[in-house]
Every structure is written in C-alpha cells, then in structure tokens.
C-alpha cells in the first residue's frame, strides 16, 4: 500500500512549490558535516504515529540504517498528524518547538515522510535543521515539483498506480460491469479522488466507472453492501469522513471489506491483509529500505548515485480474497506476488512426502521380494521334499536290495512247503481210499505257508512303494513287527537275536508305515553292524515300545557294541557322516527327517549302560503333523 499521495491539482503544485522556493535557502550541501559523536537524523512524518504505513517505513529504515551503523546513529521522530490538525497554527506550533528542541541538538540527516511533511520540513529547515541533507519518501512524482527543489534534496517517489490496479482488476474480473473509487473528505482524500478521475475519467477500457465519497462511515457501508457482484471497489483513502470523525485508512477498508458485496483492491500495501483481494502494490518496507540506501551514502561522504528513485511495484494479491471470490487462478499475472496462500501438502511436506514415498516404496519393492522369496521358498521346500521322498526311497530300495538273499531265503522256505505238501496231497489222493483228513491237514499248511511267503511280498511291495507319502492312523508295534519279519532271515544269516518287548496297549500314532518300517529297519541292521565283530553268542538287540510320561509313543533299539563317542553321536545325523567304512552317512539322516515329518524326535540316549541305544518318540495320534506331502 502506499500512503501520502497528493494529486495532481495544478493548484495544489503552484501553492506547495511557491511556498518551498520562497522559505529554502539556497544553500548546496551534499553531505555530514563532521561532528563528534553518533549521528542525528531527524524523522518528520505529515501523520500520525498510529498510521501503518508509517510504522511499517520507519521501522524497516531504522533497521536498515541499525545493521550498518549500529553504534553510531540516533533517530529523533516527529509525528506533524496534519489530517487531524491542518490548520496554519498547529503548523507553526509544531515549528517553533521543533526549532527550540534541535537547537542544542544538531541533526546530520533530516528525513521527511508525506509531501506535506517535504514541504514542512523545507519551510523550517534554517530553524531546524540548518544546511544538512534532506531525504523525502512517501510522495508521488505528482505532489512534489522535483526540478524546484534545491540542491541537497533526495527523495524515493511512490510508485502508487491507480490505472495498474483497475487492470489487474479487469484481468482478474473480466466480467465486470462497473468500476467504483471510494475516498473520504479530507484534503489528502480528495487530492486522491482527482487523481484517480485523471486516470480513469467516467469510462475506463469500455468500463463505467463511478466515484463514491463525501459520506459517512455508515453510510459508505449501505453503499458497499448493495454493490452488484460484477462491481470492481477499489478503496483509496478515508482519512476523514463527512461528519468530520477523522479514521485510520486501513481500519476502514478493513470494515468495508468484511461486508461490500464486490470485490475490494488497493493500491496500498497495508491493505493487503484486511479483506482486500490485491493491487498493484509497493511495500513500505521497500520505501524505507531505499531511503536507509540513501542516507548510507550520505552518512559515509558521498551523494547519492541519483537525486530522486521511484520505488519498484508489482500485482500483489491475497489469495485468501482471491479463493474467497472464486476467481480464476490461470487469470493471475505470471509476476504476481502471491500473499497468504496455504501452502499445498506437497509444498508444505515435501520432503516428509518424498520420505514416505520413498519409504513406501522401499516397503512395496521389499514386500515383493518377500513374496517372490516366500514363492520360492515354497517351491525349493516342494522340491526338497520330493527329493527326501526320493531319496528315502532309494534309501529303502538300496537296503532292500542288500537283503534280496535274505528275502529270497524266507520265501524259499514257505514256498518249498508248499511243494512238498502238494506233493503228498497228491499221492494220498492217488490212493484208493485217501485220508481226507490228513489232507485237510495238508491243504491247511499249503494256506499257511502261502499267507507266510504273501506276508513277506506284501511288507516288500509295502516298503518299494514310492509316491506322495500320507500320515494315517496306525500302530506303532505294527510296524515293529512286520519290519522284524522281514528281517528275520538276515537276522539268522548274521546270527544276531532280537528281543522285542512289546508294550501291553496298542500304541496308536498317525504315520507311515513304509516309512516307520525304514526307520525300523535301518536302526536295526545299524545295531546289528555294530555288534558285527562281537562273538555270536553276545549279539543280542533289545527293541522296547512304551509310552512316555506326557502320553507320547516310544521306541527305543539297543544294541551291544562298543557305541559311539560323543562326537560321533553328535554329527552322526548329519548328511555323509557314517561309522561305517562303507556307508554313505544317509540313514540316519533320513531316519531324523522321517521323525520330524511325523512330528517326533529321534536321537541317542546318553545314558545308555553299554552299546549304543537310539530312541524315536512320536506324538500320540492326536498330535502328529502332516509331513513330505
């Protein structure tokens, strides 16, 4: 926002440069003259101390000059409040006390804000501030008659555009109908309102455009209620209403805002912020940094580059106005200065978002993996399985073939009963009287002898079969069993006894029986291996069923041999670790595998007195899981 424009009122510049050619002296003065000390700059401001915009250029140039010269300025700030007071007493009031103030107090810099207060401070520039540079701020090229001014006068013009305004209001409105200028009555306000008819005249780019003034604060609020929608409103001043109660210009655009029906703009900064949509704008802070940039030069003994600056601008917009009229964001000038705006998530946590994205996708690429992974997993375990199947079949396969004689041996026997019972039969038949009953007999032993060699194939074809294996209920002294029937005649040909302590019950458990019988079968030629180099008398096994203490099912194999060292029964159930100079080291790794598919435990009782025993423990039927399937 800019403050303290005067217009362009021939009048108003005849009367402001005559009065200043007539009381400046003359006198060329281009920089400080050297004092002892801090400098002095003399502030002089035409209006109130409560003024915003005021605040806001002494503020920014009091910092400014603070940075650069910390220790080495005082400020002295004079406040002329001329809307309030304009009349030609209080102006020499406020000069005599000034005079007598700065008297004692030589001032380096004087600073004047307003073209009022140009114009003040050059009428008593001899009683105040004899001599010493001037700085102006605050005016437009149209208040100040620049070329009568004298020589060690600086000044930064406001760059206040009436007609750039009305533009970026036509461009953010391109349907609108009619343009309204509000000013109050003081001089200041009607200074402004002629400056704006110079500009806009009653029809600006084919758009009518209407001054509103002379009215109460009530009355300019009934006014901006009944506006019609497509009304651009464009408040410039109201220092001073009709009925004389002087305002703060700010405040009131602020009240009109809240409730006019149209859109409201400004062309001063300080009133962005209190309701108004935007303008073309330049920033107190702008005006004071260029008067600080000024005095600097002065202050270090040269002048500055050019007398007199004008302070740049540019469309300013609040967007909080801007959403709430519902216009257009594409309509915005490429150059606008955007005020207010709510930062969109992605401006606001940008680098939170792009964490999290990137988090994310880290996440979704590593949940992937894990499935592409687990998928694999799988299919390795599938595999595996497969292969343990297989290889537990070549494993029984490879024992069986080994015992080939030994079957071959028990099949014998049966099926060479059978001949000779079929033999006799005949001839008893032949007789001519047979003995029926010793051939009952007779066919009796052929029955049993063949039961006898089917029982042996059938354990064989049980243990050859090879597939998908399934857990089913059984009993495990079944498997003993018939495991201990196949082995009979290698256990004869080794001369090795077996004593099998069968527990009373059944002991139902949810296996296998190929492969409890492989389990079986493999513990038992191991004991049997073990005890090879002992006398025949003392090979002896010792195969026991129980049930434990918590309702589990137990088998335990007990050989006699001279066992197995603590390191061996350790690694013994590792893949190629055997005792044997010919064995693989398989059997008893696949035995471990069989037990743990059946959801048992098998290993070496380290308590055994003498020889080696091994014991399998398995799950009640209630308990076993489903394994290699």
């Known amino acids: 926002m800019r403050f303290f424009i005067a217009g362009r009122s021939v009048i108003a510049r005849i009367s402001l440069a005559a009065s200043m050619i007539f009381c400046i002296s003359i006198a060329p003065f281009t920089q400080v003259d050297a004092r002892q000390g801090a400098a002095r700059i003399l502030i002089v401001s035409e209006h109130d101390s409560n003024l915003f915009a005021v605040q806001k250029v002494i503020e920014r140039l009091k910092r400014e000059l603070a940075e650069t ?201 300080s009133y962005i912020g209190t309701g108004a949509v935007g303008g073309f704008i330049e920033t107190f802070e702008g005006i004071g940094t260029d008067i600080a940039n000024m005095a600097n030069r002065i202050l270090s003994g040269s002048s500055p580059k050019e007398r007199f600056v004008t302070s740049s601008g540019l469309p300013v917009v609040d967007w909080r106005q801007f959403a709430r009229w519902g216009m257009d964001e594409t309509l915005l000038p490429e150059n606008a200065l955007v005020l207010h705006r709510e930062p969109s998530i992605w401006d606001r946590y940008r680098f939170q978002v792009m964490a999290i994205l990137a988090v994310l996708v880290l996440q979704s690429g590593t949940i992937a993996a894990l499935i592409v992974l687990d998928r694999r997993k799988r299919r390795i375990e599938k595999e595996l399985a497969l292969e343990r199947l297989e290889l537990a079949h070549l494993s029984r396969t490879s024992q069986l073939g080994e015992l080939s004689g030994s079957f071959a041996h028990e099949l014998n026997q049966p099926l060479t009963s059978i001949l000779a019972n079929a033999e006799a039969g005949i001839r008893l038949v032949d007789r001519k009287k047979p003995d029926l009953k010793e051939i009952r007999s007779i066919l009796e032993d052929i029955a049993s002898s063949d039961r006898r060699a089917a029982g042996v194939i059938k354990h064989l074809r049980q243990m050859m079969l090879k597939g998908e294996v399934t857990l089913e209920p059984m009993d495990l002294n079944d498997a003993v069993s018939s ?49 090879a180099d002992l006398a025949p008398a003392d090979r002896r096994i010792e195969i026991e069923t129980n049930i434990t203490a918590n309702r589990s099912r137990m088998l335990s194999i007990s050989d006699r041999g001279s066992g197995l060292s603590a390191e061996l029964r350790e690694a013994a159930f590792r893949p190629f670790v055997s005792g044997k100079a010919n064995g693989m080291g398989l059997g008893l790794a696949i035995c471990r595998s069989i037990a743990e598919a059946h959801g048992g435990i098998l290993k070496f009782d380290d308590q055994a007195a003498e020889g080696t025993r091994i014991i399998l423990t398995l799950p009640s039927t209630n308990g076993a899981r489903a394994g290699w399937q």
């Open 69 to 269: 010269k910390p220790t080495a300025v005082e400020f002295y700030i004079e406040h002329l409040d001329f809307i309030r007071f304009p009349g030609s007493a209080h102006r020499k009031r406020i000069a005599r006390l000034m005079a007598a103030k700065y008297g004692d107090a030589p001032i380096d810099i004087a600073i004047a804000i307003g073209p009022a207060g140009l114009s003040f401070l050059l009428e008593n520039r001899q009683a105040i501030a004899p001599d010493v540079p001037v700085i102006a701020g605050g005016f437009s090229w149209s208040s100040v008659e620049i070329s009568s001014l004298p020589d060690g006068v600086y000044g930064v013009a406001s760059n206040l555009d009436v007609s750039k305004t009305v533009d970026l209001a036509l461009r953010l409105q391109p349907d609108a109908k009619k343009i309204v200028l509000l000013t109050g009555s003081s001089d200041f306000d009607r200074i402004w309102k002629e400056t704006a008819r110079q500009d806009l005249s009653e029809n600006y780019r084919g758009v009518s455009v209407e001054y509103l003034s002379s009215m109460t604060l009530d009355g300019f609020k009934q006014a901006v209620k009944n506006l019609p929608e497509d009304t651009i409103l464009l408040i410039l001043t109201v220092f001073k209403a009709a009925d004389g109660r002087t305002y703060i210009p700010r405040d009131v655009t602020a009240e009109l805002a809240a409730i006019s029906a149209a859109p409201v703009y400004a062309v001063y900064s």
């Open 483 to 531: 495991t201990l029937a196949l082995l009979q005649g290698e256990l004869v040909a080794r001369q090795t006894k077996v004593r099998f302590i069968r527990n009373a019950e059944n002991l139902p458990v949810k296996g296998n029986m190929a492969q409890l019988q492989q389990v079986v079968l493999n513990l038992t030629l191991n004991a049997a291996d073990a005890m």
